[in-house]
């Protein structure tokens, strides 16, 4: 049996029906025989995991693992993401963050047009949607890609791959840069100002990966600096353990933003083909141990 700890699309559900799909209202013997869960982190009530004693695989439906509280999932649980579900529109939402902020659009006055093509595009975090970033740079903008990384997804998108030590050196190169990393111990305000001071005057920074990685104050002050640098993201700050959206930032003219809608909460398209991902890697969790994006508790 598998707990859902919310409605899944009947497509991810029939993915999983050979199981049996279970809700928290089941009774407790239908819980005990749970040997697994799908679900956003948001939606896990803890305290029904101790009421699943045969429970060895957590699934979630979204590609950060960052609101998972580890320390109250059992310690022999597999814990897999749902990284790469959101690649598409995740990429797709990238560039248009990524143009609308070199062309100045919706900017009140007129403001310099940035042109890319031809120029270096550095991506921090290369899996799916890090690398979908850069094929399209390159395919689509003639760009010279560079790769900051533990690992990467598709190493034939990047003209250069570096390690995470690099890339304090690899900013001030880039003319445009785009944030896909996740937000772990390693990389939570990894782009303080030091890091973000390195970029050139005129560069443009994209996050598409958590608000955190980024460091609030130091990215603030920089644009206030350089009205010529600009920033652009879809993910923000969490205050009070939500994330908010009422950032300072919006009222510079340097500063371009959207509400979170790159993945599956600005699309139902991307929400389904989301959960049927994650049902499809549970099942091969649990039937070919061929199941992909297995967390490091260690990150955490």
Same mark, same amino acid.
Not at 26 to 38: D, R, S, T, Y
Not at 63 to 74: E, H, T
């Given at each position: 049996?598998?707990?859902?700890?919310?409605?899944?699309?009947?497509?991810?559900?029939?993915?999983?029906?050979?199981?049996?799909?279970?809700? @928290?209202? $089941?009774?407790?013997? #239908?819980? +005990?025989?749970? *040997?697994? !869960?799908? /679900?956003?982190?948001?939606?896990?009530?803890?305290?029904?995991?101790?009421?699943?004693?045969?429970?060895?695989?957590?699934?979630?439906?979204?590609?950060?693992?960052?609101?998972?509280?580890?320390?109250?999932?059992?310690?022999?649980?597999?814990?897999?993401?749902?990284?790469?579900?959101?690649?598409?529109?995740?990429?797709?939402? @990238?560039? $248009?963050?990524?143009? #609308?902020? +070199?062309?100045? *659009?919706? !900017?009140? /006055?007129?403001?310099?047009?940035?042109?890319?093509?031809?120029?270096?595009?550095?991506?921090?975090?290369?899996?799916?949607?890090?690398?979908?970033?850069?094929?399209?740079?390159?395919?689509?903008?003639?760009?010279?890609?560079?790769?900051?990384?533990?690992?990467?997804?598709?190493?034939?998108?990047?003209?250069?791959?570096?390690?995470?030590?690099?890339?304090?050196?690899?900013?001030?190169?880039?003319?445009?840069?785009?944030?896909?990393?996740?937000?772990?111990?390693?990389?939570?305000?990894?782009?303080?100002?030091?890091?973000?001071?390195?970029?050139?005057?005129?560069?443009?920074?994209?996050?598409?990966?958590?608000?955190?990685?980024?460091?609030?104050?130091?990215?603030?002050?920089?644009?206030?600096?350089?009205?010529?640098?600009?920033?652009?993201?879809?993910?923000?700050?969490?205050?009070?353990?939500?994330?908010?959206?009422?950032?300072?930032?919006?009222?510079?003219?340097?500063?371009?933003?959207?509400?979170?809608?790159?993945?599956?909460?600005?699309?139902?398209?991307?929400?389904?083909?989301?959960?049927?991902?994650?049902?499809?890697?549970?099942?091969?969790?649990?039937?070919?141990?061929?199941?992909?994006?297995?967390?490091?508790?260690?990150?955490?």
């Amino acid at each position: 049996m598998i707990l859902s700890a919310g409605r899944l699309h009947p497509e991810a559900r029939r993915i999983l029906d050979g199981f049996g799909v279970v809700d @928290a209202s $089941a009774g407790e013997q #239908a819980l +005990a025989g749970c *040997v697994a !869960v799908i /679900a956003w982190p948001s939606d896990i009530d803890y305290s029904i995991l101790r009421r699943l004693p045969s429970i060895k695989v957590l699934q979630t439906i979204s590609a950060g693992v960052d609101d998972l509280d580890f320390a109250k999932v059992p310690a022999g649980v597999d814990i897999y993401s749902n990284a790469g579900a959101y690649t598409v529109p995740a990429a797709e939402h @990238a560039w $248009a963050l990524l143009l #609308a902020a +070199a062309k100045g *659009v919706g !900017v009140e /006055a007129r403001t310099e047009n940035y042109i890319l093509r031809g120029r270096t595009l550095l991506v921090l975090g290369c899996g799916a949607i890090g690398s979908a970033v850069a094929q399209i740079g390159k395919a689509a903008f003639g760009m010279r890609t560079a790769g900051v990384s533990r690992s990467f997804r598709a190493p034939e998108a990047f003209d250069d791959r570096r390690s995470p030590d690099q890339l304090e050196e690899s900013i001030p190169e880039a003319d445009a840069i785009v944030d896909a990393l996740p937000l772990n111990k390693e990389t939570r305000s990894v782009l303080g100002y030091r890091a973000l001071s390195g970029m050139k005057r005129g560069a443009v920074l994209v996050n598409v990966g958590r608000a955190e990685t980024v460091d609030e104050p130091s990215v603030e002050r920089l644009l206030k600096e350089r009205p010529e640098t600009r920033y652009a993201t879809d993910v923000f700050w969490r205050k009070g353990g939500k994330e908010d959206f009422s950032s300072g930032l919006w009222s510079l003219p340097n500063f371009y933003g959207t509400f979170h809608t790159a993945g599956g909460l600005g699309a139902e398209e991307a929400l389904r083909r989301a959960e049927e991902a994650a049902a499809e890697n549970l099942r091969l969790a649990l039937t070919t141990g061929g199941a992909r994006n297995l967390v490091d508790r260690s990150d955490y």
